[in-house]
Every structure is written in structure tokens, then in C-alpha cells.
């Protein structure tokens, strides 16, 4: 692909949006290629977490590709919208675990793209933010929803219409990101964590996604409503027999 790389190792896959000479803006192409290597790597069972990063030392990614968007009509930016909100939720579903390893620009889609992994992970450099107010817009690709959703609604509202950028620590300080590494170390460290995760079922953090997921937009007796259903589909699952066995003997033993 073009503007984005992927490798599989062993069971995590690493997806690198790569196009450093635009900060990996995300274009039509991207947009794509991103949605081509989603569903290729959903499909695939062997591949149980997936780490999505920029290229170069830069960027993350610094937002939508603003020339492609500069003469769009209300209706062509509705459908920009949409394309983009369409392939994170593809993103958020995975039944896989998701991890942005974000190594600097994390800007408007960027931003966006990171909050529709599970777990975001930052290198010391990385900068966040919803500048789009700044381009006379609002976030499009979910940052209205997933932001608040994240860091409760006064911080989002604070970066949604300041457009200002923070950095690694405050993004820590604020829930975005779950944990900070120097720059040089970031990659590594991510790995460690996604071969970690990589040992637990798919099915069951699938169940557990689609828990929390389903469960956030709903009052809190149907989230538990959906739990409990949600739970009990996890004994007609092998990890819950050989997870309870292999407990249950070594306390024998
Ligand atoms: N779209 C298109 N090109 C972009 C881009 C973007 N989002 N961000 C950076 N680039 C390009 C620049 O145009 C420049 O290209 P040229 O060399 O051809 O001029 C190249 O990447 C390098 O960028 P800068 O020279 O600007 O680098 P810098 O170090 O001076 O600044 C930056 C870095 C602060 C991230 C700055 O590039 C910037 O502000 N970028 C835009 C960030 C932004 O506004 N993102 C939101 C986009 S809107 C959006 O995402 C809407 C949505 O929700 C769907």
C-alpha cells in the first residue's frame, strides 16, 4: 500500500499510516488503505492485538488532509464525515485489542483515530488536540463523542473550542493516554504490552468490549442487563472452562 504499512508479528499486527511528507494527514487514500488493512487484519485469527502508530518521529497523525478538504460543499463534508466515522467505528469494534502508540502529532483525526483504539499509549513528545475551530470546523471524525466520552465534558469542551494543544503529561493528567514513554522506547514498550494482551482470548475481550461499548449509552440497569448476557456467553466459551480448571487445580496441587 501506498501511504500505509502493516507487519504482523506473530500475533500483533502493527499498522503504520505513512505518509510523513503531509505529517500522515489522513487523505482519501489513507482513509482507504486504513479501511482495507482493518478488515484484512479482523479477519485474520491469528492476529489477537493491533498497534496503530505514524511514521517518521513527528507525527501521529496531524488530522484529516485540510487541502482535500478546503472546497468541499456541506453535503461532500457530511460524506467526508461520515467515511471517517464509519471506518473508526470499524476500528472501535475489532474484535481484537486496539493500542495507538502515539508518537507526536495526535491532531483533529489523529486525535480522533487514538480515541477509537482501546488503550493509547504516548511518547513524552506527543501533542493532543481538536484544532479544527481553528479551520472554522468541529471535530468530525467522533472527537464531538468520544472526547467527552474520555475526559468528561468540561476538559473536552476546553479543547474542542480552544482548539489548544497539550502535551503527553496533561493528556496522562486527563485520562487520554494511559501511559507515557520516552520517545526512543515507545515502540518497544508497546509491543510488550500487546504481545502481553495478545495472550488473553479474543472472544472474551471481544464480550468485554462489546460490554462496555454497548453498556456506556445506556442507562445503567440495561448496561447490566447487556453484562449479565454478555457474561453468560462467556461459558459457552473454552477460555472460561481451561481459565477455571487451571485454577481450580493448582489449588489442588
Ligand atoms: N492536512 C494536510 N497537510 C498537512 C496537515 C493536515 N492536517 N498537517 C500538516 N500538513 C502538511 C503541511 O501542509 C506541510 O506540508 P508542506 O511541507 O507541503 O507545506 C507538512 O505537513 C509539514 O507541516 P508543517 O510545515 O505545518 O509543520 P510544522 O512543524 O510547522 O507544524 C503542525 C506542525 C502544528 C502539526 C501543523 O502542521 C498543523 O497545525 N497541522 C494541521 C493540524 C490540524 O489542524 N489538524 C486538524 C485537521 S481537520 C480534521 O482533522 C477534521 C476532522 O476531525 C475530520
Redesign the pocket.
Same mark, same amino acid.
Given at each position: 500500500m501506498a501511504n500505509v504499512d502493516f507487519v504482523k508479528e506473530g500475533a500483533v499486527a502493527i499498522i503504520t499510516v505513512n505518509r510523513p511528507? +503531509?505529517?500522515n494527514?489522513?487523505?482519501e487514500e489513507v482513509i482507504n488503505e486504513l479501511d482495507e488493512l482493518i478488515t484484512k487484519v479482523s479477519c485474520d485469527p491469528e492476529i489477537k492485538s493491533v498497534i496503530i502508530t505514524g511514521a517518521g518521529e513527528? +507525527?501521529f497523525v +496531524?488530522?484529516?488532509?485540510?487541502?482535500?478538504?478546503s472546497e468541499l460543499t456541506p453535503e461532500e463534508g457530511m460524506a467526508?464525515?461520515e467515511r @471517517?466515522q464509519a471506518l473508526f467505528y470499524k476500528v472501535e469494534n475489532m474484535k481484537k485489542v486496539t493500542i495507538a502508540a502515539v508518537n507526536g502529532?495526535a491532531? %483533529?483525526? /489523529?486525535?480522533?483515530l487514538a480515541m477509537a483504539c482501546d488503550i493509547r499509549y504516548a511518547s513524552a513528545k506527543a501533542?493532543f /488536540?481538536?484544532?479544527?475551530i481553528?479551520?472554522g470546523?468541529?471535530?468530525?471524525? @467522533? %472527537?464531538t463523542q468520544r472526547l467527552p466520552r474520555l475526559i468528561g465534558m468540561g476538559r473536552a469542551k476546553e479543547l474542542i473550542f480552544s @482548539?489548544d494543544?497539550i502535551g503527553a503529561e496533561e493528556a496522562y493528567r486527563v485520562g487520554l493516554v494511559n501511559q507515557i514513554y520516552a520517545p526512543e522506547e515507545l515502540m518497544a514498550k508497546v509491543k510488550e504490552k500487546a504481545e502481553k494482551l495478545a495472550g488473553k482470548s479474543s472472544e472474551i475481550i471481544g464480550q468485554a468490549k462489546s460490554a462496555i461499548h454497548n453498556g456506556i449509552d445506556m442507562d445503567l440497569a440495561s448496561g447490566c442487563n447487556y453484562e449479565a448476557r454478555a457474561f453468560g456467553l462467556c461459558f459457552a466459551n473454552k477460555a472460561q472452562k481451561e481459565g477455571m480448571k487451571a485454577f481450580l487445580e493448582k489449588k489442588k496441587g
Open positions: 511528507q +503531509a505529517l494527514a489522513l487523505n513527528k +507525527a +496531524a488530522g484529516a488532509d485540510i487541502k482535500e478538504m467526508l464525515s @471517517g502529532f491532531l %483533529g483525526g /489523529g486525535c480522533e501533542k /488536540g481538536q484544532p479544527e481553528n479551520l470546523i468541529i471535530p468530525g471524525y @467522533g %472527537g @482548539g494543544m
